[in-house]
T-cell receptor, first 114, second 110 residues
Framework: EPEVTQTPSHQVTQMGQEVILRCVPISNHLYFYWYRQILGQKVEFLVSFYNNEISEKSEIFDDQFSVERPDGSNFTLKIRSTKLEDSAMYFC????????????FGDGTRLSIL | QKEVEQDPGPLSVPEGAIVSLNCTYSNSAFQYFMWYRQYSRKGPELLMYTYSSGNKEDGRFTAQVDKSSKYISLFIRDSQPSDSATYLCAFMDSNYQLIWGAGTKLIIKP
């Protein structure tokens, strides 16, 4: 069964550094998403992406964050000037045509900011 | 009032029991209703997806939606130790964003 893959599984970064989280969505999916889950808290929506542009973003997704689809397969989340509170699990998801379709998730990247 | 309420558990039941998991919500604009299962150190895995009131069955799993009362349920029949996981309800709002419950930790005892 096709799946969303994320790399790396765990990223440790010094505070203030930039980090790029990578995702390969399911190949025929057209909508892409990033979510985060701080330890012990709910999953939170960050951003949705379609046709090479952001469709929706939450209040969390400020100028520190950016997303990109650099080629036909990868979807990345860049976090600039990382802060301690950016430590969380980051999940990538994708869905087929139409944002009302169910979203399928990768296993996440655990980001630890020191 | 929180937008989504879900009892975090843990809920511990013996193998073979019927499990009932529930979420309540307050936002009438929610259009699509989902249940995800999340094993430790894994991403959410879609179990059930529905958009209408009523029941939807898939194997041992039944999802129930009551829009008038604003609650959804997931029933697991003949529960197995492998069903031990955290179960997350999720709702899609009018902006197609997923709004999540806190997750219920389920433990099936052999």
């Amino acid at each position: 069964e096709p799946e969303v893959t994320q790399t790396p599984s765990h990223q440790v970064t010094q505070m203030g550094q930039e980090v790029i989280l990578r995702c390969v969505p399911i190949s025929n999916h057209l909508y892409f998403y990033w979510y985060r889950q701080i330890l012990g808290q709910k999953v939170e929506f960050l951003v949705s992406f379609y046709n090479n542009e952001i469709s929706e973003k939450s209040e969390i997704f400020d100028d520190q964050f950016s997303v990109e689809r650099p080629d036909g397969s990868n979807f990345t989340l860049k976090i600039r000037s990382t802060k301690l509170e950016d430590s969380a699990m980051y999940f990538c998801a994708s869905s087929f045509i139409g944002t009302s379709q169910p979203q399928h998730f990768g296993d996440g990247t655990r980001l630890s900011i020191l | 009032q929180k937008e989504v309420e879900q009892d975090p558990g843990p809920l511990s039941v013996p193998e073979g029991a019927i499990v009932s998991l529930n979420c309540t919500y307050s936002n009438s604009a929610f259009q699509y209703f989902m249940w995800y299962r999340q094993y430790s150190r894994k991403g959410p895995e879609l179990l059930m997806y529905t958009y209408s009131s009523g029941n939807k069955e898939d194997g041992r799993f039944t999802a129930q939606v009551d829009k008038s009362s604003k609650y959804i349920s997931l029933f697991i029949r003949d529960s197995q130790p492998s069903d031990s996981a955290t179960y997350l309800c999720a709702f899609m709002d009018s902006n197609y964003q997923l709004i999540w419950g806190a997750g219920t930790k389920l433990i099936i005892k052999p």
